[in-house]
Each structure stands twice: as C-alpha cells, then as structure tokens.
Nanobody, 114 residues
C-alpha cells in the first residue's frame, strides 16, 4: 500500500511563497499521475494542478501563473511551488497519486494572512 506524506504548509504573508512536498512511501516506478487539490473554507475540495507521466502540467485558472507542480526525477515525490499567495489561497492542500490505486496525502494547512 502506498502512503503519501506531505510537508511544507504554514503561515505566510500575502505576496509570499510556500513550497509543498509530498513523498511516497514506496517506489511508484514512474507510473501514474500526480495532482494537488485544496479545500478552501466552506468550499468543496478541488483539484488545482495535475502532472502526467510525460511531465505535462495543467492548472485551474485561479492558480495558473502563480503555482507550479513538479515531480522528483524518479517521480516518487511531487511538489507545489506557490508564489504570490493571497488570502484566497488559504485552505488545506492535499497531494494525490492516481495510479492503479488512488492515494491521498494527509493534507497540510496553508494560511495566507498579514
């Protein structure tokens, strides 16, 4: 069974940056897709970024140009670089591996506030 461990959340001022990390407990052998989701206050969880095995990334409009999804060379980890953060980005962020099974990280809180 694959377990995902997230890190990197925290408190940041508006305009600041954070980098989230998510590491798999086992070798994923380069298969599957990786995604980041978030749940904003009083809203449903939404997928905000996806990267496929070829390295092609897609984003929802509200984060495009500010957030960057990437993986480690062996694709056993995924990262989310978040720049120019705003209070509207405050929420819980989850990594997600989509392979033969779908696996979720535990979630990490991101708070953007002055």
């Amino acid at each position: 069974q694959v377990h995902l461990v997230e890190s990197g959340g925290g408190l940041v001022q508006p305009g600041g940056s954070l980098r989230l990390s998510c590491v798999a407990s086992t070798d994923l052998r380069g298969i599957g897709e990786w995604a980041w989701h978030r749940r904003l206050k009083d809203k449903e969880r939404e997928r905000i970024a996806l990267i496929d095995p070829d390295g092609t990334a897609t984003y929802i409009g509200s984060v495009k140009g500010r957030f960057t999804i990437s993986t480690s060379n062996n694709r056993n980890a995924v990262y989310l670089q978040m720049d120019n953060l705003t209070p509207d980005d405050t929420g819980v962020y989850y990594c997600n591996w989509i392979g033969p099974m779908t696996t979720w990280g535990q979630g990490t809180q991101v708070t953007v506030s002055s």
